[in-house]
Nanobody, 113 residues
Framework: QVQLVESGGGLVQPGGSLRLSCAVS???????MGWYRQAPGNQRDMVAT???????NYADPVKGRFTIFRDAAKNTLYLQMNSLKPEDTAVYYC????????WGQGTQVTVSS
């Protein structure tokens, strides 16, 4: 059974940093994976993706501030978020794509002073 479990969200002040984790079980994390976010009333948008061989892609609003990476030994995907802004506030979800898409339950990130 494939499971993705996100953690690391929380409340942070503007300009602060957070690191999100997505622990993968039941399958290798070396498949294409990504982070998505959804703010209240909005659709779920792509934040960053990483391919099987490590190629990365970022949404324009987060370029230069967020970094997606994974630790194969820990079978875990990460999202390092720096210089956070109030508009980054959302529920963040990780996704793994292999024939079908698997999603985690999400973790809340709130950027506020």
């Amino acid at each position: 059974q494939v499971q993705l479990v996100e953690s690391g969200g929380g409340l942070v002040q503007p300009g602060g940093s957070l690191r999100l984790s997505c622990a993968v079980s039941g399958i290798s994390a070396n498949y294409p994976m990504g982070w998505y976010r959804q703010a209240p009333g909005n659709q779920r948008d792509m934040v960053a993706t990483i391919g099987t061989f490590g190629a990365t892609n970022y949404a324009d609003p987060v370029k230069g501030r967020f970094t997606i990476f994974r630790d194969a030994a820990k079978n875990t995907l990460y999202l390092q978020m720096n210089s956070l802004k109030p508009e980054d506030t959302a529920v963040y979800y990780c996704q793994l794509r292999v024939a079908t898409a698997y999603w985690g339950q999400g973790t809340q990130v709130t950027v506020s002073s």
